[in-house]
C-alpha cells in the first residue's frame, strides 16, 4: 500500500475517489505538470485568504515566466499557417501550466465551480471578482451553497491542520528524528492522535509508512495510549492494519498488539470486514500471518462472531497457508462450510481450485513458482481412502502432480500435499448432516455452494467423496439459486459421467429425476435448454456441438419416465419446444458448417475424380502401335498404376456423392445426431482414401516412367506429397473428433456408463 499526502502544488491535488470526482481528477491529471515544490503556502478558500493567495500565486507565475498569460489580454493565436501553429502550441503549452497551477492552489469548494475554464486569463479574473471585493455588486458567486458550507470549513480545517500546525511533526516523522518529534509531542499532548496529512492518517500512520521504526516505536511505547492505536485513516485502517499491509517489523507489530490485545479483531477497510490476520494473508504476509494467528483468540474466529474465522480460512487456501487452515477447522469445523465476507464458503473455494487444470503456489522468496496439476480425469488428488479395497481406491483415487523442476524441493512439495490432502479430508469430515439445520444446508450455504461447484467444474472426484461417506444424503436435499439439484445442475453442465454416478445412487434416483426449478422445469427441460454455462468449447465445429446437444437430450429422455416428455413448464412450453428455442441459432450455425465444409471438400473431390478418370486413358509409356495394347503391360508397377487409379476414381465419386448428400439434406435437429455425422464420416474417408491412391498412381507412374533414376524419382514423389499431406493435415482431426462423437468413447451413454459404475461401488 503506497498512502501519498498531497502537497499543494503537486501534479493533481485530489485522489481519485471514483465516480463522485472523476471529471475533477480526470481534467486536473491530463494538465501539464508542474515542477515539483510547492506553490502557495495554503490553498485559497474565500475571501478570507484571497489576498495573500493572490500575492503568492503571483509570485509564482513570474518566478516560472507565466505572468504574461494573465497580464496579456491578447487572443490566442490562431492555427491557421505554420508559424501561427507554433505560437499557438506555444501558447497553449503556458496556458495549460498557468491553469493549472492556479487550479490546483484552489480548496476542494471551488474547484468544482472553475473545472470547466480552460484560459488561465479569464481563471484568474472571475476568482479576482469573486473574492477580491466582497461588497462589490454582479460579482461573480462562487461560493459554495449553504449545504455544504460546513464541509468547506471542514476542509479548511483539515488542511490548515495538515499543513501548518502539525506540519513540523510531520516533517519529523518522515525524516526519522525522533527528538524534534518527541519535544513537539511533549509540547503538543493532542498531536499524538491527531490526523496530520489528507489522508487522515496519524504521526504512526507516517511513520509505518515512512519506514521509520525508529519513530513508531516510542510512539507506541511512550506517547499513545491504548484507544490511540485503534485510530482509522481515511480508507479505514489503524497503524496496525498499515504496518501489516507493509510487512513493517514483527517487533513493532507485536509491540501494538501487546498494548492492545483488542486490535487483533478490529475490522479495517471494506466497511470494516478485515481483521489483522486476513489483511496479513491478502498481502501475502505470512510471516506476519502466522505470528497474528498465534495470538488471535479462537474464539474470536468462530461463525457467531461474524465471517472473520472463514475469510481466515479462505485466504490461507488461497495464499497455500494450507496448515493455518487445517488447525483454525480442527478447532472449528462449521467453518469448512461458511462464509466469508465474499459470501464464499471454504469448501466451495477449495473445490475451485481442485478444478482448475493449473493451480499456481506462491511461495517463499527462496522457493520456485511450482503448479499443481489435478488428474485429467478429475479424480480429485491421488490419495487413497483408508480401509478401501483396490477397487475403490482406484475409483476414489487421487492424484497430485506438480510441474517443474521438483528435485531440490521434494520435501517442501510434499509437505504441500499432505497438508493440501488433511485439508480436503478434514473438511469433508467437518460436515455432519445430524448436525446442520435448513440455513446450513440450504441455497445460500456454504455446502451447496461447494458441491454445485464441483458439478459444474466437473470435479468427479469430489462428488465421489460426498457420494460414498455420510454426506451422500446432501445430494438430494441441497438447492442451487434456480431451485434445481444436483442432478438437473449435472445436466446443465454436461457433465455425464457426474450425472451417471448420481443417477446410479438407487435412493436419490427417483427424487431427484421428479424435482421441478423454480420456473416448472424438470430435468428434461433442463437438457433441452442451452445457456452459456454449456461447456461445448471444446468441440470442433458448431455441428459437432448439436450433435452433442441432441446426443443430451436423447439420452437424458430415455431415463426418465415417459411422462416427462410432454410436461409444460411455467411458461407452458414442453422439453422439446425449449430445446428448439434454444438451439435454434445452433442448428443454423451448424447447417452453415456443413454446407461450407462439404462444399470445399466437394470440390476437392471432384478435382481428383477428372484427374484420375483422365489417367486411365493417358497411361504412362502409352500404348503399343501395333496391339494397342500398354507398353508396360506386364509390369508390376503398371498393375498397381491401374488398381490405385481405380480405387481413387471410385472413392473420389463415392465422397462427392456424399458431400452433395449433405448439400441437400434437411437440417433438423434430429439429423445432427447420425445422419449429418454418418454422411460426413464416409465423405471425408473416402476423400482422404482417393487422395492416398491417387499419389500412389502418381507414384507408380513415376517409377514406370524413370526406372533407375531415383536421383530424379525420389524429389518429385516428395514435393507432390507436400500439399497432398497438409491438406490431409488439417482435415483428418475433423474426421477422427466426428468418429469418436458419433461412435467412440466420447459420447453421453459412454460417459454415464462410466458414472454409473463409478456408483455401484458405493452400494
Known amino acids: 500500500m503506497q498512502a501519498t499526502t498531497i502537497l499543494p502544488g503537486t501534479v493533481v491535488p485530489i485522489e481519485f475517489l471514483g465516480m463522485e470526482n472523476y471529471e475533477n481528477f480526470d481534467r486536473l491529471s491530463m494538465a501539464t505538470p508542474i515542477l515539483p515544490g510547492t506553490v502557495v503556502p495554503e490553498v485559497l478558500h474565500g475571501k478570507e485568504n484571497y489576498e495573500n493567495w493572490s500575492a503568492c500565486i503571483k509570485n509564482y507565475l513570474l518566478a516560472q515566466d507565466l505572468w504574461d498569460i494573465i497580464e496579456t489580454s491578447m487572443e490566442p493565436p490562431k492555427p491557421e499557417d505554420d508559424d501561427r501553429e507554433v505560437k499557438f502550441k506555444a501558447w497553449r503549452k503556458k496556458n495549460a501550466a498557468t491553469l493549472h497551477a492556479i487550479q490546483i492552489s484552489c480548496g476542494m469548494n471551488i474547484l468544482p465551480e472553475i473545472k470547466g475554464i480552460s484560459s488561465a486569463k479569464i481563471l484568474w479574473d472571475k476568482l479576482a471578482k469573486a473574492y477580491e ?4 455588486e454582479g460579482r461573480v458567486n462562487l461560493r459554495l451553497p449553504a449545504a455544504d458550507e460546513n464541509f468547506r470549513i471542514r476542509d479548511n480545517m483539515n488542511r490548515t491542520a495538515g499543513f501548518s500546525e502539525y506540519a513540523e511533526l510531520y516533517e519529523a516523522v518522515r525524516k526519522g528524528d525522533w527528538d524534534v518529534a518527541s519535544v513537539f509531542i511533549t509540547q503538543h499532548p493532542d498531536s499524538v492522535r491527531a490526523k496530520i496529512t489528507h489522508l487522515g492518517q496519524t504521526a504512526l500512520h507516517v511513520a509505518i509508512i515512512a519506514r521509520s521504526d525508529e519513530i513508531a516505536k516510542p510512539l507506541v511505547e511512550e506517547k499513545m495510549s491504548k484507544e490511540d492505536l485503534e485510530i482509522r485513516d481515511n480508507e479505514g485502517l489503524t497503524a496496525l ?16 498488539i501487546r498494548k492492545n490485545p483488542d486490535l487483533l479483531t478490529v475490522g479495517n477497510n471494506r466497511g470494516g470486514l478485515d481483521i489483522p490476520i486476513v489483511l496479513a494473508l491478502r498481502h501475502g504476509q505470512k510471516e506476519l500471518a502466522r505470528f497474528l494467528f498465534d495470538v488471535t483468540p ?22 497455500a497457508t494450507y496448515d493455518l487452515a487445517e488447525v483454525l477447522i480442527s478447532h472449528c469445523p462449521r467453518l469448512a462450510f461458511s462464509l466469508d465476507t465474499d459470501n464464499v464458503s471454504p469448501l466451495s473455494l477449495f473445490v475451485g481450485l481442485i478444478s482448475l487444470s493449473g493451480v499456481e503456489f506462491h511461495r517463499t522468496s527462496s522457493w520456485k513458482r511450482i503448479k499443481l496439476i489435478s488428474s485429467p480425469r478429475a479424480d480429485i488428488f491421488g490419495y487413497y481412502l483408508d480401509n478401501r479395497d483396490q477397487k475403490k481406491q482406484e475409483a476414489a483415487g487421487i492424484t497430485i502432480r506438480f510441474a517443474g523442476p521438483l528435485d531440490q524441493h521434494s520435501n517442501e512439495i510434499e509437505s504441500i500435499q499432505r497438508q493440501f490432502r488433511r485439508l480436503l479430508f478434514a473438511m469433508l469430515d467437518s460436515i455432519e448432516i445430524s448436525a446442520m439445520n435448513e440455513y446450513q444446508i440450504g441455497i445460500e450455504s456454504g455446502v451447496a455452494q461447494a458441491i454445485f461447484s464441483a458439478v459444474r467444474a466437473g470435479v468427479v472426484g469430489f462428488v465421489t467423496l460426498i457420494a460414498q461417506g455420510e454426506q451422500r444424503e446432501l445430494l438430494y436435499w441441497v438447492r442451487d439459486g434456480k431451485g434445481r439439484n444436483v442432478l438437473m445442475s449435472a445436466v ?11 443417477y446410479g445412487l438407487r435412493e436419490t434416483k427417483a427424487r431427484l429425476l421428479s424435482s421441478r426449478d423454480n420456473v416448472g422445469n424438470n430435468i428434461l427441460h433442463v437438457a433441452g435448454t442451452l445457456t452459456e454455462v454449456s461447456p461445448l468449447d471444446h468441440i470442433t465445429g458448431a455441428a459437432l456441438k448439436m450433435q452433442s446437444e441432441v446426443q443430451w437430450f436423447k439420452g437424458v429422455e430415455n431415463l426418465c419416465n415417459p411422462l416427462y416428455r410432454n410436461e409444460k413448464n411455467y411458461a407452458g412450453l414442453t422439453p422439446k419446444q425449449v430445446f428448439m428455442q434454444s438451439h435454434k441459432k445452433l442448428i443454423e450455425e451448424g447447417e452453415r458448417w456443413m454446407r461450407e465444409t ?11 475424380m477428372t484427374i484420375m478418370f483422365a489417367a486411365a486413358f493417358t497411361i504412362p509409356g502409352g500404348n503399343n502401335q501395333d496391339t494397342g495394347l500398354p507398353i508396360f503391360l506386364n509390369r508390376k508397377l503398371f498393375d498397381i498404376f491401374i488398381i490405385a487409379d481405380s480405387l481413387s476414381l471410385f472413392s473420389s465419386s463415392v465422397s462427392v456423392l456424399m458431400f452433395l448428400g449433405i448439400l441437400t439434406s434437411r437440417y433438423e435437429a434430429e439429423y445432427f445426431l447420425n445422419s449429418l455425422p454418418t454422411k460426413m464420416i464416409i465423405g471425408l474417408f473416402t476423400l482422404f482414401f482417393s487422395i492416398g491412391t491417387m499419389m500412389i ?35 483428418f482431426g475433423l474426421l477422427v473428433d466426428m ?8 459420447t453421453f451413454d459412454r460417459k454415464m456408463k462410466s458414472g454409473v459404475e463409478l456408483s455401484c461401488i458405493y452400494k
Open 133 to 136: 471585493h466582497p461588497a462589490q
Open 598 to 608: 462439404a462444399s470445399s471438400c466437394t470440390v476437392v473431390g471432384t478435382l481428383i
Open 739 to 746: 468418429i469418436v462423437s458419433t461412435y467412440g468413447a466420447g
Open 492 to 502: 446443465q453442465h454436461r457433465h455425464a459421467e457426474i450425472f451417471g454416478m448420481i
Open 697 to 731: 498412381a502418381f507414384s507408380s507412374a513415376i517409377l514406370i516412367m524413370y526406372c533407375g533414376e531415383s536421383w530424379i524419382v525420389i524429389p518429385l514423389i516428395v514435393l507432390a506429397s507436400v500439399p497432398i499431406s497438409l491438406y490431409v493435415f488439417m482435415h
Open 241 to 256: 492494519a498499515v504496518a501489516i499491509i507493509c510487512g513493517f517489523d514483527l517487533l513493532t507489530v507485536d509491540l501494538m
Open 298 to 319: 479462537y474464539e474470536e474466529l468462530t461463525p457467531e462472531k461474524g465471517p472473520h474465522g472463514a475469510t481466515v480460512v479462505t485466504q490461507a487456501i488461497q495464499s
